[in-house]
């Protein structure tokens, strides 16, 4: 491919994005394929000779297009959010193009100090403890990994680390070996199944405790878990609480986990993927409380901060502690200005050397929807949820179970079998798509607000289906009044993809498909 076919077939390529997602309420948001479609349409084995972009971009829409799960249609109500923005994707063309690898300063100067501006930017927005934040006096700092799953295990790694170090000081009559042998992490039942992953990759009996009937995870079983162990001769190295757990959006309690880890030299990890954008809000900021006594957290930009899949903030108290654990400093890899407390060497900050320019696309987002633009987002986000859920209170064959933020559980009342009816029968016919959980031993449906551009017709949508489906389920009783009641309406669309949207993309895409004079 030379530079005019690139030029070609870029400009192809984003009027058929530019398309998709005008238009992706059209498209079922389940493909109908069966496992191995894609073997029947593709040949077993490379070609000798090179194929023209166009015909390349035709098996793309009759091979690759019928496989889709649209994660960015509004109809799409399952898991957390993947959302991304037209300024996201932009942003991620330009980083693709100019292909740096920033495994340290010296690779490329503005990819590292871009992204250390950009973490202090976002902790500032989430109105973090300032003892995370690179422009404090502290040893903080923050990193952009790939995802949560990456940062819990980088935590996890980290605290083995240190605590091996302290431990071969305090029982010099142990091994190593007998030391790594004895460790143990602690985590609810309800946290991500990344945590209970990272124990295995991490060598660590992670110990799942049980939460409460709501779902959170208590001081008190915890410190009960700990001393239990400590009575054993284990040696307890990091607990890794959650805010916004994946079944209910749970919030773990800090306040009373977090003083006995400080006490006793645990580890303290926050999860706080999807939750952690909601610190933006300042009605939302008291579900950080104790987050001061923690040692790293982190959360998804990719699921509820409109910067496109992976991109995963995370920051440390004390920067040194991940350094020291993890550095390994080939003469390859030195470099005059090392050890700058502007310029960190991330390399030793994750588990890869090389990194991608993430913070680009950050920045692109960060600057073209501004503070007040992403928290009327998530506000009008969290508005739909609760449309929904109000919707679904209107019908007393269903219950609503918990709510938080922009998910609402629910069921129909009555045996399990019923609901898991409903669920099998929605997701059949593929027009939303929701997937359940449990809470307090019931099986419950999630509705989960996704999407590029949700709107309230996208919530009415949704809900139409969920009712419709329950009528032929149960049947409909005429004699009872299910009809939809008068309810305020939300404010209006706050997530403008016309005129406002579409001059910055026209901007910014001038920039990617630009002439050969650097216009």
Same mark, same amino acid.
């Given at each position: 491919?030379?530079?005019?076919?690139?030029?070609?077939?870029?400009?192809?390529?984003?009027?058929?994005?530019?398309?998709?997602?005008?238009?992706?309420?059209?498209?079922?948001?389940?493909?109908?394929?069966?496992?191995?479609?894609?073997?029947?349409?593709?040949?077993?084995?490379?070609?000798?000779?090179?194929?023209?972009?166009?015909?390349?971009?035709?098996?793309?829409?009759?091979?690759?297009?019928?496989?889709?799960?649209?994660?960015?249609?509004?109809?799409?109500?399952?898991?957390?959010?993947?959302?991304?923005?037209?300024?996201?994707?932009?942003?991620?063309?330009?980083?693709?193009?100019?292909?740096?690898?920033?495994?340290?300063?010296?690779?490329?100067?503005?990819?590292?100090?871009?992204?250390?501006?950009?973490?202090?930017?976002?902790?500032?927005?989430?109105?973090?403890?300032?003892?995370?934040?690179?422009?404090?006096?502290?040893?903080?700092?923050?990193?952009?990994?790939?995802?949560?799953?990456?940062?819990?295990?980088?935590?996890?790694?980290?605290?083995?680390?240190?605590?091996?170090?302290?431990?071969?000081?305090?029982?010099?009559?142990?091994?190593?070996?007998?030391?790594?042998?004895?460790?143990?992490?602690?985590?609810? &039942?309800?946290?991500?199944?990344?945590?209970?992953?990272?124990?295995?990759?991490?060598?660590?009996?992670?110990?799942?405790?049980?939460?409460?009937?709501?779902?959170?995870?208590?001081?008190?079983?915890?410190?009960?878990?700990?001393?239990?162990?400590?009575?054993?001769?284990?040696?307890?190295?990091?607990?890794?609480?959650?805010?916004?757990?994946?079944?209910?959006?749970?919030?773990?309690?800090?306040?009373?986990?977090?003083?006995?880890?400080?006490?006793?030299?645990?580890?303290?990890?926050?999860?706080?993927?999807?939750?952690?954008?909601?610190?933006?809000?300042?009605?939302?900021?008291?579900?950080?409380?104790?987050?001061?006594?923690?040692?790293?957290?982190?959360?998804?930009?990719?699921?509820?901060?409109?910067?496109?899949? &992976?991109?995963?903030?995370?920051?440390?108290?004390?920067?040194?502690?991940?350094?020291?654990?993890?550095?390994?400093?080939?003469?390859?890899?030195?470099?005059?200005?090392?050890?700058?407390?502007?310029?960190?060497?991330?390399?030793?900050?994750?588990?890869?050397?090389?990194?991608?320019?993430?913070?680009?696309?950050?920045?692109?987002?960060?600057?073209?929807?501004?503070?007040?633009?992403?928290?009327?987002?998530?506000?009008?986000?969290?508005?739909?949820?609760?449309?929904?859920?109000?919707?679904?209170?209107?019908?007393?064959?269903?219950?609503?179970?918990?709510?938080?933020?922009?998910?609402?559980?629910?069921?129909?009342?009555?045996?399990?079998?019923?609901?898991?009816?409903?669920?099998?029968?929605?997701?059949?016919?593929?027009?939303?798509?929701?997937?359940?959980?449990?809470?307090?031993?019931?099986?419950?449906?999630?509705?989960?607000?996704?999407?590029? &551009?949700?709107?309230?017709?996208?919530?009415?949508?949704?809900?139409?289906?969920?009712?419709?489906?329950?009528?032929?389920?149960?049947?409909? &009783?005429?004699?009872?009044?299910?009809?939809?009641?008068?309810?305020?309406?939300?404010?209006?669309?706050?997530?403008?993809?016309?005129?406002?949207?579409?001059?910055?993309?026209?901007?910014?895409?001038?920039?990617?498909?630009?002439?050969?004079?650097?216009?």
């Amino acid at each position: 491919m030379d530079i005019n076919e690139f030029r070609e077939f870029g400009r192809a390529a984003i009027d058929f994005v530019a398309d998709y997602l005008e238009n992706i309420r059209d498209r079922d948001v389940l493909p109908s394929v069966e496992p191995g479609y894609l073997h029947d349409l593709l040949p077993g084995e490379l070609q000798n000779e090179p194929e023209n972009w166009k015909t390349i971009m035709e098996d793309f829409k009759r091979c690759i297009l019928p496989g889709l799960t649209h994660w960015q249609s509004p109809h799409f109500h399952a898991f957390y959010p993947s959302q991304t923005s037209y300024s996201s994707i932009v942003g991620e063309t330009l980083a693709a193009g100019l292909g740096v690898v920033g495994f340290s300063w010296i690779c490329s100067p503005v990819c590292t100090e871009l992204e250390v501006i950009m973490m202090n930017w976002l902790g500032q927005l989430l109105n973090l403890p300032k003892s995370f934040l690179n422009c404090d006096e502290g040893n903080g700092g923050g990193i952009i990994q790939g995802s949560a799953s990456e940062s819990i295990l980088v935590a996890v790694l980290a605290a083995r680390e240190q605590a091996v170090r302290r431990l071969r000081t305090q029982h010099p009559e142990l091994t190593e070996a007998n030391i790594r042998g004895r460790l143990v992490a602690y985590t609810s &039942d309800q946290s991500n199944s990344a945590v209970e992953k990272s124990g295995i990759l991490g060598a660590i009996k992670m110990r799942l405790l049980p939460a409460d009937e709501t779902g959170i995870l208590r001081g008190s079983t915890f410190i009960q878990a700990v001393e239990e162990d400590v009575a054993k001769g284990l040696f307890p190295v990091i607990c890794v609480a959650t805010l916004g757990t994946t079944g209910t959006c749970a919030y773990d309690n800090l306040a009373e986990i977090g003083p006995y880890c400080n006490e006793h030299n645990i580890w303290l990890h926050i999860d706080a993927a999807y939750a952690g954008a909601a610190l933006c809000l300042p009605e939302y900021t008291h579900i950080m409380k104790g987050a001061e006594l923690a040692d790293s957290l982190n959360f998804n930009l990719h699921k509820w901060m409109f910067v496109n899949f &992976d991109c995963c903030a995370m920051w440390f108290k004390d920067a040194g502690s991940v350094t020291q654990s993890f550095s390994v400093d080939r003469i390859y890899l030195q470099h005059q200005f090392q050890g700058h407390s502007k310029a960190p060497d991330y390399r030793h900050w994750q588990i890869q050397l090389g990194r991608r320019f993430r913070s680009l696309k950050v920045w692109i987002t960060l600057r073209t929807m501004g503070a007040e633009k992403i928290r009327s987002l998530i506000r009008f986000h969290i508005q739909l949820a609760n449309r929904f859920e109000e919707y679904v209170r209107t019908d007393d064959r269903f219950e609503v179970l918990c709510s938080t933020l922009a998910l609402v559980c629910f069921r129909l009342k009555g045996d399990d079998a019923r609901s898991k009816q409903l669920l099998e029968n929605i997701t059949k016919r593929k027009k939303i798509f929701m997937i359940p959980a449990t809470y307090q031993g019931k099986f419950i449906i999630r509705f989960m607000i996704c999407g590029i &551009d949700p709107q309230m017709h996208d919530i009415e949508y949704a809900w139409e289906e969920v009712r419709s489906q329950a009528d032929l389920l149960l049947g409909v &009783d005429e004699s009872r009044n299910v009809a939809k009641q008068a309810i305020e309406p939300v404010e209006p669309k706050l997530y403008e993809k016309s005129s406002e949207i579409g001059k910055i993309t026209e901007s910014l895409t001038g920039m990617v498909i630009s002439n050969e004079k650097g216009q």
